[in-house]
């Protein structure tokens, strides 16, 4: 059974979803929930800076993308000194398919990993370190001297200003040292998969990720985990894994089974106890202090972006948020309500966008948002390209109020199932208002779907349905706000 770099991913993530996946993939594909439009997206810019990357090598071969072993066995013996898409198979069934090898004059080799990230990841779900520490492994299985490794990533620093330089967009950054730290580890972990992987039979009752916060469970997390209650101890909000792994090994996955004396904080505790009671803990002193020191008009804002790995306006870096979309709904002092909305056409800075707000809301008021560090640090980047905004820009992030903080700890209702997303408190408090109709129906089906219309030339939906689809979902994040707010100012 094979064992390619992705099952090694997923290996180290969760060995169980790993093994059904090699072992019944049918049932697999019924939990791995759908390939995404924005995986797809994340993709096509995987591609796109390996199409950069290629720029900094000379007397380079591109190998087919389905090139066999064998294939790459005989071009390894050509005098070019640098391979592309080069592939390996090991004698126990692990394949490798190395980004960048480099023959070197001494007949070993240089392996180059190209990511879209801006730095080197070495968190658990993406260790760059262990997909290069995986290449090397490979190689030398099948015969060959690995004796330098580097990593190529993008430019942070980087700005576009006309066409892109591949050699200020990407940086190379040899990890040699710390490929040779990891290797008997990472080789031991290899083993492992490859001796899971051809079980007959496993303990299909549990996997892993039962002792993981819900961040991370794995796609198939309710194959194996079939007993987990609604209200399970993974919907506490920022619960730790010690603690969920202190609580599974004691037989509590459920909200309402947690002892009394368990540890909780503050925030935990209210979650805990709008479930034991059915009903929300509402700090009404609290809410009404905070709701009473915004300032009218409140101005009700919501951004959608739109981000690249390789900057698509002049002016940006890698994967900075370029805004396409505001809805402002801007509330009186006598209730009164007006609407704004703005929707760019193509791939450019938001000047427009800007002059039209600072027109509807001038510098007045209080602006709220949904997590307003989003939009302040959009604020601050829109100040740093369009410095003729700034005395708004600023005024907008110094008067911006996080309505979203009040349902963290003054409105805990345990029907939002540990979270503070709009998408969770809008249907509890507002049941008349939902998503589910809308065509687009999150933020990132809004950046996947601007970002196709804006610059794929085979985009071949309706461009002004489109748009109007587009509008309907940011008025109703802003809307939304809104009848929370009345809701709020109601209790």
């Given at each position: 059974?094979?064992?390619?770099?992705?099952?090694?991913?997923?290996?180290?993530?969760?060995?169980?979803?790993?093994?059904?996946?090699?072992?019944?993939?049918?049932?697999?594909?019924?939990?791995?929930?759908?390939?995404?439009?924005?995986?797809?997206?994340?993709?096509?810019?995987?591609?796109?800076?390996?199409?950069?990357?290629?720029?900094?090598?000379?007397?380079?071969?591109?190998?087919?993308?389905?090139?066999?072993?064998?294939?790459?066995?005989?071009?390894?013996?050509?005098?070019?000194?640098?391979?592309?898409?080069?592939?390996?198979?090991?004698?126990?069934?692990?394949?490798?398919?190395?980004?960048?090898?480099?023959?070197?004059?001494?007949?070993?080799?240089?392996?180059?990993?190209?990511?879209?990230?801006?730095?080197?990841?070495?968190?658990?779900?993406?260790?760059?370190?262990?997909?290069?520490?995986?290449?090397?492994?490979?190689?030398?299985?099948?015969?060959?001297?690995?004796?330098?490794?580097?990593?190529?990533?993008?430019?942070?620093?980087?700005?576009?200003?006309?066409?892109?330089?591949?050699?200020?967009?990407?940086?190379?950054?040899?990890?040699?040292?710390?490929?040779?730290?990891?290797?008997?580890?990472?080789?031991?972990?290899?083993?492992?998969?490859?001796?899971?992987?051809?079980?007959?039979?496993?303990?299909?009752?549990?996997?892993?990720?039962?002792?993981?916060?819900?961040?991370?469970?794995?796609?198939?997390?309710?194959?194996?985990?079939?007993?987990?209650?609604?209200?399970?101890?993974?919907?506490?909000?920022?619960?730790?894994?010690?603690?969920?792994?202190?609580?599974?090994?004691?037989?509590?996955?459920?909200?309402?089974?947690?002892?009394?004396?368990?540890?909780?904080?503050?925030?935990?505790?209210?979650?805990?106890?709008?479930?034991?009671?059915?009903?929300?803990?509402?700090?009404?002193?609290?809410?009404?202090?905070?709701?009473?020191?915004?300032?009218?008009?409140?101005?009700?804002?919501?951004?959608?972006?739109?981000?690249?790995?390789?900057?698509?306006?002049?002016?940006?870096?890698?994967?900075?948020?370029?805004?396409?979309?505001?809805?402002?709904?801007?509330?009186?002092?006598?209730?009164?309500?007006?609407?704004?909305?703005?929707?760019?056409?193509?791939?450019?800075?938001?000047?427009?966008?800007?002059?039209?707000?600072?027109?509807?809301?001038?510098?007045?008021?209080?602006?709220?948002?949904?997590?307003?560090?989003?939009?302040?640090?959009?604020?601050?980047?829109?100040?740093?390209?369009?410095?003729?905004?700034?005395?708004?820009?600023?005024?907008?992030?110094?008067?911006?109020?996080?309505?979203?903080?009040?349902?963290?700890?003054?409105?805990?209702?345990?029907?939002?199932?540990?979270?503070?997303?709009?998408?969770?408190?809008?249907?509890?408090?507002?049941?008349?208002?939902s998503y589910s109709e809308l065509e687009v129906q999150d933020g990132t089906m809004a950046l996947d779907t601007w970002g196709r219309m804006v610059s794929d030339p085979n985009f071949n939906e309706d461009i002004e349905q489109t748009r109007k689809n587009l509008l309907e979902y940011c008025k109703l994040d802003t809307l939304a706000m809104v009848e929370i707010y009345k809701v709020l100012k109601n209790i």
């Open positions: 059974m094979q064992l390619t770099k992705t099952d090694f991913i997923q290996y180290l993530n969760c060995p169980e979803s790993l093994w059904l996946l090699k072992n019944k993939p049918q049932v697999y594909e019924e939990y791995k929930g759908e390939f995404s439009l924005f995986l797809e997206k994340l993709i096509q810019e995987g591609y796109e800076v390996e199409g950069y990357a290629k720029q900094l090598f000379k007397n380079s071969i591109d190998l087919p993308e389905d090139a066999s072993p064998e294939y790459t066995k005989t071009k390894l013996a050509s005098d070019n000194t640098v391979f592309f898409q080069p592939s390996f198979l090991s004698d126990k069934g692990v394949f490798a398919r190395v980004d960048v090898l480099e023959k070197l004059p001494n007949g070993s080799f240089h392996i180059y990993e190209i990511k879209s990230s801006t730095s080197i990841k070495k968190d658990k779900k993406h260790n760059h370190l262990k997909d290069a520490c995986f290449q090397k492994y490979v190689l030398q299985e099948c015969g060959y001297t690995v004796s330098k490794v580097s990593i190529i990533n993008l430019n942070k620093e980087y700005v576009r200003q006309g066409t892109i330089i591949a050699e200020g967009l990407l940086d190379i950054i040899e990890v040699t040292d710390e490929i040779e730290n990891l290797y008997s580890s990472v080789v031991n972990e290899i083993n492992a998969a490859i001796t899971f992987i051809n079980k007959e039979n496993i303990n299909a009752q549990e996997c892993s990720c039962l002792y993981k916060t819900r961040s991370n469970h794995c796609d198939s997390f309710s194959h194996f985990n079939t007993d987990i209650p609604d209200y399970s101890i993974y919907e506490i909000g920022r619960i730790s894994a010690k603690k969920v792994i202190e609580l599974v090994e004691d037989g509590n996955t459920a909200i309402i089974d947690i002892p009394l004396d368990f540890e909780l904080n503050t925030k935990q505790q209210i979650q805990v106890a709008s479930l034991k009671q059915e009903k929300p803990i509402i700090n009404n002193t609290a809410i009404d202090k905070e709701l009473s020191n915004l300032k009218f008009p409140l101005h009700f804002v919501d951004y959608e972006t739109y981000a690249s790995a390789v900057p698509k306006v002049d002016g940006m870096s890698p994967h900075k948020h370029l805004v396409f979309q505001v809805s402002i709904h801007t509330m009186q002092e006598d209730g009164t309500l007006t609407h704004f909305e703005w929707l760019g056409r193509s791939l450019e800075l938001p000047t427009e966008m800007l002059h039209q707000m600072q027109n509807f809301t001038d510098s007045t008021g209080t602006f709220i948002s949904w997590n307003a560090p989003f939009e302040i640090g959009r604020n601050k980047d829109m100040i740093a390209w369009l410095p003729e905004f700034a005395r708004y820009l600023s005024y907008m992030n110094e008067h911006m109020y996080d309505l979203m903080n009040i349902f963290k700890e003054d409105y805990v209702d345990y029907r939002c199932h540990g979270s503070s997303s709009i998408k969770k408190v809008l249907p509890v408090l507002c049941p008349q208002f």
